[in-house]
Protein backbone atom coordinates (compact mmCIF):
# COMPACT_ATOMS: atom_id res chain seq x y z
CA UNK A 1 0.00 0.00 0.00
CA UNK A 2 1.29 3.34 -0.83
CA UNK A 3 1.82 5.61 2.04
CA UNK A 4 -1.03 8.12 2.75
CA UNK A 5 0.43 12.12 2.72
CA UNK A 6 -2.16 14.89 3.89
CA UNK A 7 -2.82 17.03 1.34
CA UNK A 8 -4.62 20.20 0.82
CA UNK A 9 -6.76 19.93 -1.81
CA UNK A 10 -9.22 22.89 -1.57
CA UNK A 11 -9.65 26.14 -0.16
CA UNK A 12 -12.45 28.86 1.04
CA UNK A 13 -12.73 32.10 2.98
CA UNK A 14 -14.78 35.04 3.40
CA UNK A 15 -14.36 38.63 5.06
CA UNK A 16 -16.91 40.81 6.14
CA UNK A 17 -18.36 44.40 4.05
CA UNK A 18 -17.10 46.57 6.59
CA UNK A 19 -14.07 47.88 6.42
CA UNK A 20 -12.20 50.09 9.66
CA UNK A 21 -9.65 52.29 8.07
CA UNK A 22 -6.50 53.88 9.32
CA UNK A 23 -8.44 56.98 9.13
CA UNK A 24 -11.58 56.11 11.06
CA UNK A 25 -9.18 54.69 14.03
CA UNK A 26 -7.79 58.47 13.97
CA UNK A 27 -11.23 59.72 14.76
CA UNK A 28 -11.70 56.51 17.65
CA UNK A 29 -8.23 56.53 19.86
CA UNK A 30 -5.19 58.84 19.96
CA UNK A 31 -3.57 57.24 17.22
CA UNK A 32 -2.72 58.04 13.00
CA UNK A 33 -2.32 56.03 10.52
CA UNK A 34 1.64 57.08 9.64
CA UNK A 35 2.45 55.24 13.29
CA UNK A 36 0.36 52.56 13.00
CA UNK A 37 1.43 51.53 9.35
CA UNK A 38 4.87 51.78 10.25
CA UNK A 39 4.86 49.39 13.30
CA UNK A 40 2.30 47.13 12.02
CA UNK A 41 1.97 47.50 8.91
CA UNK A 42 -2.30 47.29 8.75
CA UNK A 43 -4.11 49.53 6.79
CA UNK A 44 -7.22 48.31 7.11
CA UNK A 45 -9.44 45.93 8.57
CA UNK A 46 -12.75 43.83 8.31
CA UNK A 47 -15.61 43.97 10.84
CA UNK A 48 -18.47 42.16 11.13
CA UNK A 49 -21.12 44.52 12.59
CA UNK A 50 -23.99 42.29 12.80
CA UNK A 51 -24.16 42.26 16.80
CA UNK A 52 -26.46 39.13 16.13
CA UNK A 53 -23.83 37.50 14.01
CA UNK A 54 -20.64 36.13 15.57
CA UNK A 55 -17.91 33.65 14.75
CA UNK A 56 -20.05 30.80 13.44
CA UNK A 57 -21.43 32.99 10.91
CA UNK A 58 -17.71 33.65 9.30
CA UNK A 59 -17.01 30.11 9.28
CA UNK A 60 -20.14 29.06 7.89
CA UNK A 61 -19.50 31.62 4.78
CA UNK A 62 -15.88 30.43 4.50
CA UNK A 63 -16.91 26.65 4.03
CA UNK A 64 -19.61 27.00 1.93
CA UNK A 65 -17.41 29.37 -0.23
CA UNK A 66 -14.79 26.34 -0.47
CA UNK A 67 -17.91 23.79 -0.94
CA UNK A 68 -18.73 25.75 -3.69
CA UNK A 69 -15.83 26.07 -5.54
CA UNK A 70 -14.76 22.63 -5.09
CA UNK A 71 -17.98 21.49 -5.81
CA UNK A 72 -18.12 18.65 -3.04
CA UNK A 73 -20.85 17.23 -1.30
CA UNK A 74 -21.05 17.87 2.72
CA UNK A 75 -22.49 14.57 3.53
CA UNK A 76 -18.74 13.52 2.48
CA UNK A 77 -17.10 14.98 5.26
CA UNK A 78 -15.79 13.21 7.82
CA UNK A 79 -15.10 15.66 10.44
CA UNK A 80 -14.23 19.31 11.25
CA UNK A 81 -11.47 21.58 12.86
CA UNK A 82 -12.89 24.25 14.24
CA UNK A 83 -9.92 26.55 14.83
CA UNK A 84 -10.71 29.42 17.02
CA UNK A 85 -10.08 31.76 19.84
CA UNK A 86 -13.66 33.47 19.90
CA UNK A 87 -16.32 30.50 20.16
CA UNK A 88 -19.85 31.69 20.24
CA UNK A 89 -20.69 30.39 23.23
CA UNK A 90 -18.76 28.65 25.69
CA UNK A 91 -19.48 25.30 26.37
CA UNK A 92 -20.96 24.45 23.32
CA UNK A 93 -18.70 23.59 20.41
CA UNK A 94 -19.22 26.22 17.70
CA UNK A 95 -18.05 23.74 14.74
CA UNK A 96 -20.37 21.61 16.04
CA UNK A 97 -23.30 24.44 15.18
CA UNK A 98 -21.29 24.97 11.96
CA UNK A 99 -21.34 21.22 10.85
CA UNK A 100 -24.71 20.97 11.19
CA UNK A 101 -25.29 24.49 9.57
CA UNK A 102 -23.47 23.71 6.36
CA UNK A 103 -25.20 20.17 5.93
CA UNK A 104 -22.26 18.18 7.14
CA UNK A 105 -24.30 15.88 8.73
CA UNK A 106 -22.44 12.86 8.81
CA UNK A 107 -19.26 14.55 10.26
CA UNK A 108 -18.39 15.24 13.91
CA UNK A 109 -16.55 18.13 15.01
CA UNK A 110 -14.79 20.33 17.50
CA UNK A 111 -13.18 23.43 18.15
CA UNK A 112 -9.51 24.15 18.69
CA UNK A 113 -7.81 26.43 20.68
CA UNK A 114 -4.32 28.22 20.43
CA UNK A 115 -5.14 31.61 19.86
CA UNK A 116 -2.85 32.59 16.66
CA UNK A 117 -1.41 29.57 16.26
CA UNK A 118 -5.05 28.03 15.97
CA UNK A 119 -4.92 26.96 12.98
CA UNK A 120 -1.52 25.71 12.58
CA UNK A 121 -1.61 23.29 15.11
CA UNK A 122 -5.15 22.75 13.17
CA UNK A 123 -3.33 21.51 9.95
CA UNK A 124 -1.31 18.89 12.23
CA UNK A 125 -4.28 17.65 13.63
CA UNK A 126 -6.31 17.28 10.19
CA UNK A 127 -2.60 16.02 8.40
CA UNK A 128 -2.65 13.05 11.45
CA UNK A 129 -6.36 12.20 10.71
CA UNK A 130 -5.73 12.09 6.84
CA UNK A 131 -3.18 9.54 7.50
CA UNK A 132 -4.47 7.43 9.82
CA UNK A 133 -6.26 6.17 7.13
CA UNK A 134 -9.85 6.57 8.66
CA UNK A 135 -11.05 9.73 7.37
CA UNK A 136 -10.99 11.07 3.49
CA UNK A 137 -12.21 14.31 4.01
CA UNK A 138 -11.54 16.68 6.70
CA UNK A 139 -12.56 19.99 6.81
CA UNK A 140 -10.03 22.76 8.88
CA UNK A 141 -11.88 25.98 9.46
CA UNK A 142 -9.91 28.99 10.84
CA UNK A 143 -12.17 31.95 11.89
CA UNK A 144 -12.48 34.72 14.59
CA UNK A 145 -14.61 37.89 15.59
CA UNK A 146 -12.01 39.40 17.35
CA UNK A 147 -13.91 43.08 17.00
CA UNK A 148 -16.17 40.82 19.78
CA UNK A 149 -13.81 41.26 22.54
CA UNK A 150 -11.85 44.42 21.09
CA UNK A 151 -11.76 47.34 23.30
CA UNK A 152 -12.45 49.87 21.17
CA UNK A 153 -10.70 52.69 23.58
CA UNK A 154 -7.51 50.55 23.85
CA UNK A 155 -4.82 52.03 21.08
CA UNK A 156 -2.63 49.06 21.82
CA UNK A 157 -4.91 46.16 20.57
CA UNK A 158 -8.38 47.99 18.43
CA UNK A 159 -4.82 49.05 15.95
CA UNK A 160 -4.58 45.37 15.33
CA UNK A 161 -7.47 42.80 15.02
CA UNK A 162 -10.04 41.88 12.18
CA UNK A 163 -12.70 39.49 11.25
CA UNK A 164 -12.56 36.86 9.16
CA UNK A 165 -12.47 33.17 8.17
CA UNK A 166 -10.78 30.97 6.11
CA UNK A 167 -11.40 27.34 5.35
CA UNK A 168 -9.18 24.28 3.59
CA UNK A 169 -9.92 20.70 2.68
CA UNK A 170 -7.54 18.18 3.86
CA UNK A 171 -7.79 14.93 1.86
CA UNK A 172 -5.23 11.98 1.34
CA UNK A 173 -2.34 11.70 -1.49
CA UNK A 174 -0.41 9.38 -2.74
CA UNK A 175 2.17 11.37 -4.43
CA UNK A 176 3.63 12.77 -1.52
CA UNK A 177 2.65 16.01 -1.63
CA UNK A 178 0.95 17.34 1.33
CA UNK A 179 2.23 17.65 5.10
CA UNK A 180 5.97 17.00 5.01
CA UNK A 181 7.00 17.98 8.37
CA UNK A 182 6.19 20.09 11.46
CA UNK A 183 7.59 22.30 14.46
CA UNK A 184 4.81 23.38 17.00
CA UNK A 185 6.13 24.76 20.21
CA UNK A 186 4.30 26.14 23.63
CA UNK A 187 5.47 27.81 26.69
CA UNK A 188 2.84 28.83 29.44
CA UNK A 189 5.37 31.67 30.40
CA UNK A 190 3.13 33.50 28.11
CA UNK A 191 -0.03 33.42 29.95
CA UNK A 192 -0.27 36.83 31.13
CA UNK A 193 1.29 38.55 28.26
CA UNK A 194 -1.62 38.60 25.96
CA UNK A 195 -4.81 37.06 27.08
CA UNK A 196 -8.45 38.30 28.38
CA UNK A 197 -8.46 38.49 32.23
CA UNK A 198 -11.80 37.54 33.10
CA UNK A 199 -15.05 35.12 31.85
CA UNK A 200 -13.09 31.50 32.23
CA UNK A 201 -12.94 29.30 35.63
CA UNK A 202 -10.52 31.52 37.28
CA UNK A 203 -11.93 34.79 37.20
CA UNK A 204 -15.82 34.34 36.42
CA UNK A 205 -17.82 36.69 34.88
CA UNK A 206 -19.28 38.80 37.56
CA UNK A 207 -20.71 43.17 37.91
CA UNK A 208 -17.09 43.30 39.51
CA UNK A 209 -15.49 41.93 36.40
CA UNK A 210 -17.83 44.00 33.79
CA UNK A 211 -17.57 47.05 35.21
CA UNK A 212 -14.16 46.52 35.42
CA UNK A 213 -13.72 46.18 31.68
CA UNK A 214 -12.33 42.87 32.16
CA UNK A 215 -13.52 40.80 29.48
CA UNK A 216 -11.82 42.16 26.09
CA UNK A 217 -8.20 41.25 25.28
CA UNK A 218 -5.34 43.05 26.96
CA UNK A 219 -1.50 42.68 26.14
CA UNK A 220 2.24 43.94 27.19
CA UNK A 221 2.91 44.29 23.41
CA UNK A 222 6.73 45.05 23.80
CA UNK A 223 6.88 41.28 25.46
CA UNK A 224 5.25 39.64 22.92
CA UNK A 225 6.88 41.35 20.08
CA UNK A 226 10.08 40.06 21.52
CA UNK A 227 9.01 36.58 21.72
CA UNK A 228 6.86 36.68 18.47
CA UNK A 229 9.84 37.56 16.98
CA UNK A 230 12.33 35.28 18.03
CA UNK A 231 10.13 32.28 18.06
CA UNK A 232 8.53 32.36 14.69
CA UNK A 233 11.42 32.92 12.90
CA UNK A 234 13.43 30.06 14.95
CA UNK A 235 10.70 27.64 14.37
CA UNK A 236 10.87 28.56 10.61
CA UNK A 237 14.77 28.41 10.24
CA UNK A 238 14.61 24.78 12.05
CA UNK A 239 12.23 23.52 9.51
CA UNK A 240 14.19 24.16 6.76
CA UNK A 241 17.24 22.95 8.53
CA UNK A 242 15.92 19.79 9.12
CA UNK A 243 14.28 18.98 5.80
CA UNK A 244 17.58 20.12 4.29
CA UNK A 245 15.77 22.90 2.43
CA UNK A 246 17.54 26.11 0.94
CA UNK A 247 16.07 29.63 0.52
CA UNK A 248 16.04 28.39 -3.21
CA UNK A 249 13.83 25.20 -2.27
CA UNK A 250 10.96 27.71 -1.04
CA UNK A 251 8.67 28.90 -2.99
CA UNK A 252 5.92 30.62 -0.41
CA UNK A 253 6.14 31.85 3.20
CA UNK A 254 2.56 31.83 4.14
CA UNK A 255 3.06 33.54 7.73
CA UNK A 256 0.77 34.55 11.01
CA UNK A 257 -0.25 38.32 10.08
CA UNK A 258 -0.14 40.06 13.14
CA UNK A 259 2.80 42.54 12.32
CA UNK A 260 4.80 43.14 9.09
CA UNK A 261 7.89 43.80 11.19
CA UNK A 262 7.63 40.18 12.51
CA UNK A 263 6.66 38.58 8.97
CA UNK A 264 9.86 40.55 7.91
CA UNK A 265 12.19 38.73 10.37
CA UNK A 266 10.78 35.54 10.11
CA UNK A 267 11.56 35.89 6.10
CA UNK A 268 15.27 37.75 6.24
CA UNK A 269 16.17 34.37 9.19
CA UNK A 270 15.19 32.18 5.78
CA UNK A 271 17.03 34.71 3.53
CA UNK A 272 13.74 34.96 1.37
CA UNK A 273 13.37 37.54 -1.01
CA UNK A 274 9.55 39.42 -0.52
CA UNK A 275 8.22 38.10 -3.79
CA UNK A 276 7.85 34.80 -1.92
CA UNK A 277 6.54 36.44 0.98
CA UNK A 278 2.67 36.20 0.94
CA UNK A 279 1.16 38.79 2.95
CA UNK A 280 -2.49 40.74 2.79
CA UNK A 281 -1.72 42.06 6.56
CA UNK A 282 -2.42 45.73 4.90
CA UNK A 283 -6.31 44.61 4.39
CA UNK A 284 -7.37 42.69 7.13
CA UNK A 285 -5.04 43.14 10.05
CA UNK A 286 -4.74 40.34 12.34
CA UNK A 287 -7.93 37.85 12.11
CA UNK A 288 -6.22 34.97 14.47
CA UNK A 289 -7.52 31.95 13.14
CA UNK A 290 -8.31 32.84 9.61
CA UNK A 291 -4.95 34.73 9.02
CA UNK A 292 -3.01 31.39 7.28
CA UNK A 293 -6.23 30.65 5.54
CA UNK A 294 -6.95 33.50 4.39
CA UNK A 295 -3.49 34.19 2.55
CA UNK A 296 -3.84 30.92 0.74
CA UNK A 297 -7.59 32.33 -0.04
CA UNK A 298 -6.25 35.57 -1.95
CA UNK A 299 -2.81 33.90 -3.47
CA UNK A 300 -4.36 30.52 -4.16
CA UNK A 301 -3.77 31.37 -7.90
CA UNK A 302 -0.24 31.87 -7.51
CA UNK A 303 0.48 28.52 -5.85
CA UNK A 304 1.67 25.67 -8.34
CA UNK A 305 1.42 21.80 -7.51
CA UNK A 306 4.82 20.55 -6.09
CA UNK A 307 5.36 23.83 -4.79
CA UNK A 308 7.24 24.14 -1.18
CA UNK A 309 5.28 26.27 1.47
CA UNK A 310 6.45 26.97 4.83
CA UNK A 311 3.54 28.11 7.14
CA UNK A 312 4.56 29.85 10.41
CA UNK A 313 3.00 31.55 13.40
CA UNK A 314 2.81 32.46 16.77
CA UNK A 315 -0.10 33.04 19.39
CA UNK A 316 -0.62 33.88 22.84
CA UNK A 317 0.08 31.33 25.73
CA UNK A 318 2.29 30.96 24.27
CA UNK A 319 2.28 28.89 21.73
CA UNK A 320 4.30 28.96 17.77
CA UNK A 321 5.85 26.47 14.95
CA UNK A 322 6.32 26.20 11.60
CA UNK A 323 5.07 23.89 9.53
CA UNK A 324 6.81 22.33 5.60
CA UNK A 325 4.12 21.84 2.60
CA UNK A 326 3.97 20.80 -0.81
CA UNK A 327 1.06 22.22 -2.73
CA UNK A 328 -1.00 19.21 -4.40
CA UNK A 329 -2.99 21.43 -7.21
CA UNK A 330 -3.27 24.10 -9.78
CA UNK A 331 -5.69 26.02 -9.28
CA UNK A 332 -8.46 25.65 -12.50
Known amino acids: MNTITAAITAVGGYVPDFVLSNKVLETMVDTNDEWITTRTGIKERRILKDEDKGTSYLAIQAAQDLIAKANIDPLEIDMIIMATATADMPVASTGVYVATAIGATNAFAYDLQAACSSFLYGMS????????????????????????????????????????????????????????????????????????????????????????????????????????????????????????????????????????????????????????????????GNTTSATLPLVLHDFEHLLKKGDTVIFAAFGGGFTWGSIYLKWAYDKK
Open 125 to 284: TAAAYIQSGRYKKVLLIGADKMSSIVDYTDRSTCIIFGDGAGAVLFEPNYEGLGLQDEYLRSDGVGRDFLKIDAGGSLNPTSIKTINENRHNIIQDGKTVFKYAVTNMADASELILKRNNLTNEDVNWLVPHQANRRIIDATASRMNLEESKVLMNIEKY
